[in-house]
């Protein structure tokens, strides 16, 4: 490989919500392990490998300027989103007029929303579900009607488009957001499930707002279909979300954007989100995507992806060979498993609290799955070098599951 995915960087002491906020936080936040034991930073959906070259030195280049005032956006900005999206999503027609800045894909998701529903509309999501999309959209006022995925008899989850046309219907839905790849189940949706999906959204009028946070982030065999491109209405009825955070592990830096074709739906959303006056792009956040997105970039997801396949590979077999009771679909696409332990905590008169916080105590830091909406599922971050990942495993195995 070119770059380096297996060297464990100490981020103690940066800033590391990861590594530095267990035992010190509320909230999800993990408890610090008991002595003996380092922390394995499995929870929060950051990585744990050295950032790529080409963004520090984009950033270090223009931080050596002498002036941080207002600035514009540069061409090179839009041009190198352009390019990416053509070479990695087959995606034509893209100018920049169709994109926009977000602080954040939250953001994103609740300016769409606010644009086209009143405080109490209903709107559609799948569950499981990603914990931040049931945060910002409840506080935001709006009813969230869940439509649950179900495991096929391959194990692999699909949509119900029968009960999401049932929710659509006695709700009087006309929003739903869209997770492509699914966070946290991990599903690259094929083409015609796209289309189906798409297909009730038209008949039942709702504007869609497609999360693809994570559409880089896809193992070798599958491939993300952009929401906007299976069909003219889909393209014209759907705000799409990207951010090169996700890919390249710049969270920290903050910056997302929007493509949206439709020049209404884009005046009404790119009118919410200026409201708040919140929504400007950082400069250093500009030249981190401009650094991201250049040709090493794509490189070094490609060989991103194929680490994250192969720490899946590992971590799966484990699972299915040492932890009986334990149920989980492999990933096809982001970096997350979600555990299914509803026998292992049956047969072993255990709940979902007890389990997690045997793994805090080892050092294990994984993350409920409550409030993605499985009741006893634990969510789990393999974004990390394969050694820290089976060092994980092995305490799980020794100190928890088989103790």
């Known amino acids: 490989m070119t770059y380096d995915f297996q060297s464990i960087v100490d981020r103690h002491g940066q800033d590391a919500l990861a590594v530095d906020g267990p035992g010190k936080r509320s909230g999800s936040a993990p408890d610090a392990p008991q002595d003996g034991f380092d922390f394995i930073p499995m929870w929060v959906a950051d990585m744990n490998f050295p950032v ?167 193992m070798p065999g599958h491939t993300h279909i952009p929401t906007q491109s299976v069909s003219e209405d889909a393209r014209n009825r759907t705000v799409a979300l990207y951010a090169p955070s996700k890919t390249f592990n710049l969270a920290g830096l903050v910056g997302s954007y929007h493509i949206i074709y439709n020049d209404y739906l884009r005046d009404r959303e790119t009118a919410t989100a200026s409201k708040a006056h919140y929504n400007e792009m950082n400069v250093l956040s500009m030249h981190a995507l401009i650094g991201a997105y250049q040709p090493e970039g794509y490189v070094w997801v490609d060989e991103l992806c194929e680490t994250i396949d192969q720490n899946i590979s590992f971590a799966c077999s484990y699972i299915a060979e040492h932890f009986e009771g334990v149920d989980v679909a492999r990933p096809e696409g982001t970096y997350m498993l979600f555990l299914d332990c509803s026998g292992w905590l049956a047969a072993h008169g255990k709940d979902i609290d007890w389990l997690q916080k045997a793994g805090w105590r080892v050092g294990v830091g994984w993350q409920d799955g409550r409030p993605f909406h499985g009741p006893q599922a634990i969510r789990m971050n393999l974004a990390l070098p394969l050694a820290r990942v089976q060092e994980a495993f092995d305490r799980l195995d020794r100190y928890v599951f088989n103790a």
């Not at 790849?181 to 189906?196: A, D, K, L, Q, Y």
Request: with cysteine.
């Open 52 to 218: 790529l070259h080409t963004i520090q030195d984009a950033i270090i280049a223009r931080a050596r300027e002498p002036h941080f005032g207002y600035f514009m956006p540069r061409d090179e900005y839009f041009d190198e989103i352009i390019q990416w999206h053509e070479r990695r999503h087959g995606v034509t027609g893209l100018k920049p007029e169709h994109i926009g800045y977000e602080n954040g894909v939250l953001g994103g998701v609740i300016s769409t929303l606010r644009s086209f529903m009143a405080p109490g509309d209903a709107v559609l999501l799948h569950s499981p579900t990603y914990i931040g999309f049931t945060s910002s959209i409840e506080n935001a006022g709006f009813r969230i009607v869940l439509s649950p995925l179900v495991r096929d008899e391959q194990g692999v989850w699909r949509m119900d488009f029968d009960d999401m046309e049932r929710k659509l219907a006695s709700n009087k839905i006309h929003a739903a957001v869209f997770c492509s790849p699914h966070n946290p189940c991990g599903r690259v949706w094929e083409r015609w499930e796209i289309e189906r999906a798409m297909e009730l959204y038209q008949r039942y009028d709702c504007v869609v707002v497609s999360d693809e946070i994570w559409s880089d982030i896809v």
